[in-house]
């Protein structure tokens, strides 16, 4: 009567102690529900695959629904399992990070647990699993299963020698992480990782270790975060999440450096960097470079994220400021050929970096002009008796044909000029 009422809405996690198969209706699995409820027609994981509750019953009577705490018969088709479980609830997880509790019976001289033999039983339900050992530090171990087990965080395993005579329970073992990361191949990186579970655990003790989890993942862990989603489901460690603006700054600035040519940083290139698991969490990050730092505003372009003031390099500079002094001696509206181009090192590429960085107006491929020469392309045809033709119009901008159409086709997208008919424009307000 003294322990917590059962959550009637907790993941099921049901451990067969006993699995039979009846003649014409399939398997049978008896257990303990500790929590949570389960109903004729629910569909639950029986060692990880989807089955549906057939019929239930509870202390041999029949029923539709049963909450724990409830011993219970569930009848599903399937083979034989030894747990069933809510789907998406837990972690089938064979690896776990665990701290020791160490009865009294078995610590050694200095009070302290017992050496650990290289090979465990650990057992949790009905289910009692294989697992090599890797200690951390005095208190804490990393546990390999042999297969996988559904736990949460929190859960309690018992860790037995099988082998040894006497007494043979070692320790019970808390979960703390049910998907630890890997250690890294580094002296002293084992004590380092035991220093990162002395906390309680929870929520916060996970993200400071994975950085990013979604809510699903924590729900999975046995965890409830505190606080709101970084954005759409996501939970960030708030330190982790205090860097990634710099980060971002840096990796779009490093990707320009190394890349000049190209228009910005993708957003997938920079979902890398960051090691970030969703890319709608690069565009919350650069939701808060543009909000919080306006000096190093980034902007999402084309999906790449590109700087504000983003610059060329030397050579592609003098060749774009050559090629606007000779506009500025030949006019606006007289585009430089192909080999001219060529002649200044200004291929596709320089030509698009130098037309985002503004420095250029690039109507068609090949076909560039000086910044600002559509609007005065507008001023002049303005003055034409309207409508016009095209030939008016080349002969007005005292350009070719070959910059003309473009440049008019470029004016109707900019709604600056629209077709009447076939061979006629006019001019529109703005």
């Not at 050992?133 to 099988?162: F, Q």
């Not at 999402?300 to 700087?307: D, M």
């Not at 774009?320 to 001696?329: H, P, T, W, Y």
């Amino acid at each position: 009567a003294a322990l917590p009422a059962p959550d009637p809405d907790a993941p099921v996690r049901l451990w067969a102690d006993r699995v039979f198969t009846v003649r014409g209706s399939g398997t049978v699995l008896t257990g303990t529900l500790p929590a949570g409820r389960i109903s004729v027609g629910d569909t639950l994981l029986l060692d990880g695959d989807p089955v549906r509750v057939r019929g239930l019953q509870t202390l041999k009577e029949d029923t539709r629904s049963v909450t724990g705490v409830a011993r219970v018969a569930v009848n599903v088709r399937a083979p034989r399992g030894d747990v069933l479980t809510s789907p998406g609830r837990w972690t089938f997880t064979d690896t776990v990070d665990v701290r020791l509790a160490v009865p009294e019976a078995v610590r050694d001289a200095g009070g302290g647990p017992p050496r650990m033999p290289q090979r465990l039983a650990a057992h949790i339900g009905s289910a009692a699993v294989g697992c090599r050992v890797r200690p951390l530090d005095r208190d804490h171990l990393r546990l390999h299963l042999d297969g996988p087990l559904p736990l949460h965080v929190g859960d309690v395993l018992l860790l037995r020698d099988p082998g040894r005579a006497g007494v043979r329970v070692l320790a019970g073992a808390t979960v703390l992480d049910v998907r630890p990361p890997p250690l890294e191949r580094r002296r002293g990186a084992a004590r380092a990782r035991a220093a990162g579970l002395a906390g309680p655990p929870g929520a916060a003790s996970l993200l400071r270790v994975h950085g990013v989890l979604a809510s699903a993942e924590l729900a999975a862990m046995g965890v409830t975060p505190a606080g709101e989603p970084v954005c759409a489901g996501w939970y960030a460690d708030p330190a982790l999440w205090d860097e990634l603006p710099d980060r971002l700054v840096a990796a779009v600035r490093r990707h320009a450096s190394a890349h000049p040519l190209e228009p910005g940083m993708p957003v997938e290139a920079a979902r890398r960097a960051l090691g970030l698991p969703d890319r709608r969490l690069v565009h919350a990050v650069l939701r808060r470079v543009r909000a919080e730092r306006p000096g190093d505003a980034l902007r999402e372009e084309g999906g790449r994220i590109v700087p504000d003031a983003a610059g060329l390099p030397a050579p592609v500079a003098d060749a774009v400021r050559a090629l606007v002094a000779e506009f500025a001696e030949r006019g606006p509206f007289h585009a430089p050929e192909a080999d001219r181009l060529a002649e200044l090192g200004l291929g596709p590429r320089e030509l698009a970096a130098a037309a985002r960085a503004g420095l250029l107006l690039r109507i068609a491929d090949g076909v560039v002009l000086p910044p600002g020469a559509d609007r005065r392309a507008a001023d002049v045809l303005r003055r034409l008796p309207q409508p016009f033709t095209v030939s008016q119009a080349r002969r007005a901008l005292d350009t070719s044909r070959r910059v003309a159409v473009p440049l008019l086709e470029h004016l109707d997208r900019l709604r600056l000029t629209a077709r009447v008919d076939d061979t006629h424009r006019r001019c529109l307000p703005g």
